[in-house]
């Protein structure tokens, strides 16, 4: 059972040629975990929708004018290879779940995110209380296909947050740990218990945050830009703009993408009590 050394980390057909079950193979072998398929008449991932041009227009005003990014070179194409990557939430007057598309600095659809696991009872709960702050929250990074790369859980809390990642196959990646409540955020970013990294915000409202490695030197920054006054009040759309300076090694790299994407579900959920 072999692949191609390139390949990037994924669910794939199984090479063994078992009907209707999926491998995952973690860069350079294939493991021992695996799920069903698509069988006939099962649902199958949904991939995220590609951008229209107007969208990519927008898009690439959002990261030259809103985040003054002057565009970079080409990346790879994934969400781990490109040094831009776009954050959108799908706006809505009432969030009853996280949605975000995600896009490369010209407006191209290269993943998506969406929160898993919510049953009707909690879907309520989100809508007539604020109490789902304090919940457990599952999210799934997927990629333009579809397919899960990485997992976030942010445990119930009460003041302080705490995201874990892993792959989907369960391997842990890391950790994203709030230091703080009050003051500029501060959360550190952690992998086989070292710290490898920090999330910094610039600001009390927690609205642009540098990343740091272990030395503290920057190697990401991500900066929040608005869609107008209006629909920043009536509902909870929150856009994001991840800039990563330099090529990064895993598990930073996976833990600095999660971070941008986490922002939302770790701390600005939060944001009604705020201010």
């Not at 009432?94 to 659809?109: A, H, K, L, P, W």
């Not at 997992?151 to 892993?166: C, D, E, Q, Y």
């Not at 900066?223 to 703009?241: C, I, P, Q, R, S």
């Amino acid at each position: 059972m072999t692949a191609p050394s390139n390949t990037p980390p994924g669910w794939y057909a199984d090479p063994r040629g078992i009907p209707n079950q999926l491998r995952w193979w973690d860069g350079g072998q294939w493991t021992e975990h695996t799920h069903a398929g698509a069988a006939p008449g099962q649902a199958t991932p949904q991939a995220p929708p590609q951008s229209t041009p107007d969208q990519q227009a927008r898009v690439q005003q959002q990261v030259q004018q809103k985040a003054g990014l002057v565009p970079g070179g080409v990346g790879g194409g994934t969400l781990f290879t490109e040094p831009v990557l776009v954050v959108n939430q799908k706006a809505k007057l009432i969030e009853v779940t996280n949605e975000y598309s995600v896009f490369d600095q010209q407006g191209r659809t290269i993943g998506s995110v969406v929160q898993v696991g919510q049953g009707f009872v909690r879907k309520v709960v989100r809508v007539l209380s604020s109490l789902d702050q304090f919940l457990t929250h599952r999210l799934e990074i997927r990629d333009v296909h579809g397919q899960p790369q990485l997992l976030l859980t942010r445990p119930a809390k009460f003041i302080k947050s705490k995201v874990i990642v892993t792959r989907p196959d369960g391997q842990p990646v890391g950790e994203i740990v709030q230091q703080n409540a009050i003051g500029k955020i501060h959360f550190s970013i952690e992998s086989g218990g070292q710290q490898i990294g920090a999330l910094r915000a610039e600001n009390w409202r927690a609205w642009n945050f540098a990343v740091t490695d272990h030395t503290g030197a920057e190697v990401a920054r991500i900066t929040k830009t608005w869609e107008g006054l209006a629909k920043t009040m009536f509902t909870t759309a929150d856009n994001y703009v991840l800039q990563i300076h330099r090529q990064l090694p895993d598990p930073l790299l996976s833990l600095v993408v999660a971070t941008a994407l986490t922002v939302d579900t770790a701390l600005k959920q939060d944001a009604r009590g705020l201010g």
